[in-house]
């Protein structure tokens, strides 16, 4: 054996290294040339053929590319919220926007959100009223939030998921109010116009739900019509009925399958009137065997989906409600229960009577139904709509509980159909009627 013949890889890397040799020298001959502007002309009229493809639909190549890119950042919409923003922070936040509606500067109270979110990190266990008293007079003083927040990276991404949250919850409104808390200026249209009396004034006043800076629309069963600017959203418990609840989102449930709890629970007495939190229209109705009886009500952006399950057996929805109806805020949309737990339809399979009220947003459609579902911790939300809760007065001919104080949401299409009782029910309050605890 020749121990001095070199190794088969080295003469294989010998080989190669002439190959490309070979072909560095032809592409520097004439030859070389020729081949080179064969291939750029080639490539010219592969580019020309797509533009005459896309000439049927008006389209250049440029054109086209501009309009994918366009869908691809269509696509581009939040996958997640963690929403813990809490009580004490949207209740200031919330009188900053509501005390400065007519002034010249006009705090938004999900700008002052925002900020303090993208401060925090949205981390709310860190909030002090001190610092949103900074943001707000800083903005007083002339300052602009988009100069304030220009180099705050994720403050954008905070003013849009918690806009999805909070979107529907503060805007001017009509509503009719007991004549005795109306302001002296519209008592005295009634005494001269009577129940049709109108009037342009206005008369600041404050309530613990808004401002109320009220303008009389007209006067009406001894009521007063209203505009205000304020709280518009309302608890989905009706006032005067009790409950009790802590946060309970994230905790295990195990029936079917073991998963996490994602909404929050009211517990309260069977029968208990449940209100719409915001106008929208019924999305989903019947019966599912997590929730039982169970409502979904999609917000008219489209933003919010809102969930109200285990609603009372034989009972559970208000009578002139179907899929597709129209919503408005404040109005009685079913009635508590303990219905779920049951393949079977109209079955009590949950211990306590509760509420379950669930709160999804939606970015996308693709994340209504499946893996991709946004649903917030809605605890602090419910104690914040706490200060706002619909009265409610029961028709006992039929047992339907209809709202007291009627109102012009103006979200939605055509305006509102007016959820008032029949006439040949007056005179009876929720006050003389309690629920029925045996449903």
Same mark, same amino acid.
């Given at each position: 054996?020749?121990?001095?013949?070199? =190794?088969?890889?080295?003469?294989? +890397?010998?080989?190669?290294?002439?190959?490309?040799?070979?072909?560095?020298?032809?592409?520097?001959?004439?030859?070389?040339?020729?081949?080179?502007?064969? +291939?750029?002309?080639?490539?010219?009229?592969?580019?020309?053929?797509?533009? @005459?493809?896309?000439?049927?639909?008006?389209?250049?190549?440029?054109?086209?590319?501009?309009?994918?890119?366009?869908?691809?950042?269509?696509?581009?919409?939040?996958?997640?919220?963690?929403?813990?923003?809490?009580? %004490?922070?949207?209740?200031?936040?919330?009188?900053?926007?509501?005390?400065?509606?007519?002034?010249?500067?006009?705090?938004?109270?999900?700008?002052?959100?925002?900020?303090? $979110?993208?401060?925090?990190?949205?981390?709310?266990?860190?909030?002090?009223?001190?610092?949103?008293?900074?943001?707000?007079?800083?903005?007083?003083?002339?300052?602009?939030?988009?100069?304030?927040?220009?180099?705050?990276?994720?403050?954008?991404?905070?003013?849009?998921?918690?806009?999805?949250?909070?979107?529907?919850?503060?805007?001017?409104?009509?509503?009719?109010?007991?004549?005795?808390?109306? =302001?002296?200026?519209?008592?005295?249209?009634?005494?001269?116009?009577?129940?049709?009396?109108?009037? @342009?004034? !206005?008369?600041?006043? *404050? $309530?613990?739900?808004?401002?109320?800076?009220?303008?009389?629309?007209?006067?009406?069963?001894?009521?007063? !019509?209203?505009?205000?600017?304020?709280?518009?959203?309302?608890?989905?418990?009706?006032?005067?009925?009790?409950?009790?609840?802590?946060?309970?989102?994230?905790?295990?449930?195990?029936?079917?399958?073991?998963?996490?709890?994602?909404?929050?629970?009211? &517990?309260?007495? /069977? $029968?208990? =009137?449940?209100?719409?939190?915001?106008?929208?229209?019924?999305?989903?109705?019947?019966?599912?065997?997590? $929730?039982? !009886?169970?409502?979904?009500?999609?917000?008219?952006?489209?933003?919010?989906?809102?969930?109200?399950?285990?609603?009372?057996?034989?009972?559970?929805?208000?009578?002139?409600?179907?899929?597709?109806?129209?919503?408005? +805020?404040?109005?009685?949309?079913?009635?508590? @229960?303990?219905?779920?737990?049951?393949?079977?339809?109209?079955?009590?399979?949950?211990?306590?009577? *509760?509420?379950?009220?669930?709160?999804?947003?939606?970015?996308? %459609?693709?994340?209504?139904?499946?893996?991709?579902?946004? !649903?917030?911790?809605?605890?602090?939300?419910?104690?914040?709509?706490? &200060?706002?809760?619909? %009265?409610? /007065?029961?028709?006992?001919?039929?047992?339907?509980?209809?709202?007291?104080?009627? &109102? +012009?949401?103006?979200?939605?299409?055509?305006?509102?159909?007016?959820?008032?009782? =029949?006439?040949?029910?007056?005179?009876?309050?929720?006050?003389?009627?309690?629920?029925?605890?045996?449903?």
């Amino acid at each position: 054996m020749n121990d001095n013949r070199p =190794p088969q890889f080295v003469k294989l +890397v010998i080989s190669l290294e002439c190959v490309l040799l070979a072909a560095f020298l032809i592409l520097l001959s004439p030859v070389g040339t020729v081949i080179s502007d064969s +291939v750029a002309v080639s490539g010219q009229v592969s580019k020309e053929g797509d533009e @005459g493809a896309n000439a049927a639909t008006g389209e250049s190549g440029s054109e086209k590319s501009d309009k994918e890119k366009e869908g691809a950042r269509e696509k581009e919409y939040i996958k997640w919220v963690d929403f813990q923003v809490t009580k %004490e922070a949207m209740q200031q936040a919330f009188r900053y926007d509501v005390d400065t509606c007519q002034s010249e500067i006009h705090l938004n109270w999900i700008e002052l959100l925002a900020y303090l $979110g993208a401060r925090y990190g949205g981390d709310f266990s860190r909030y002090m009223a001190a610092d949103m008293k900074v943001i707000a007079e800083r903005i007083l003083g002339g300052e602009k939030m988009e100069d304030i927040t220009k180099d705050m990276k994720y403050y954008s991404y905070y003013l849009e998921a918690y806009g999805a949250v909070l979107g529907g919850m503060v805007g001017e409104f009509q509503v009719e109010i007991p004549a005795e808390e109306a =302001p002296e200026f519209a008592l005295k249209e009634r005494e001269e116009n009577g129940s049709t009396g109108e009037t @342009g004034g !206005w008369d600041s006043t *404050h $309530g613990d739900n808004g401002n109320e800076t009220a303008r009389e629309r007209k006067v009406s069963d001894g009521n007063v !019509w209203v505009t205000k600017y304020g709280l518009k959203a309302f608890s989905p418990i009706a006032k005067n009925y009790p409950y009790n609840d802590y946060d309970d989102f994230g905790v295990a449930r195990s029936y079917g399958f073991k998963r996490q709890h994602l909404g929050h629970d009211m &517990m309260g007495q /069977v $029968g208990t =009137p449940v209100i719409a939190v915001e106008s929208g229209y019924v999305e989903a109705m019947g019966w599912n065997q997590y $929730g039982g !009886w169970r409502l979904g009500i999609r917000s008219f952006d489209g933003k919010r989906y809102y969930y109200y399950a285990h609603l009372r057996k034989n009972f559970p929805y208000h009578k002139s409600l179907q899929e597709g109806s129209v919503v408005q +805020v404040g109005d009685v949309i079913g009635y508590l @229960g303990r219905t779920g737990y049951s393949r079977t339809e109209n079955t009590n399979n949950i211990d306590e009577p *509760h509420l379950h009220f669930g709160i999804q947003l939606i970015f996308d %459609e693709s994340q209504k139904d499946g893996n991709n579902e946004i !649903w917030i911790d809605c605890y602090e939300i419910t104690r914040f709509l706490a &200060m706002n809760r619909a %009265e409610t /007065v029961k028709k006992q001919e039929t047992k339907e509980y209809y709202r007291v104080y009627q &109102m +012009v949401d103006p979200v939605i299409p055509g305006g509102p159909v007016e959820q008032r009782m =029949p006439e040949n029910g007056e005179g009876q309050t929720e006050e003389e009627t309690t629920p029925n605890i045996t449903g």
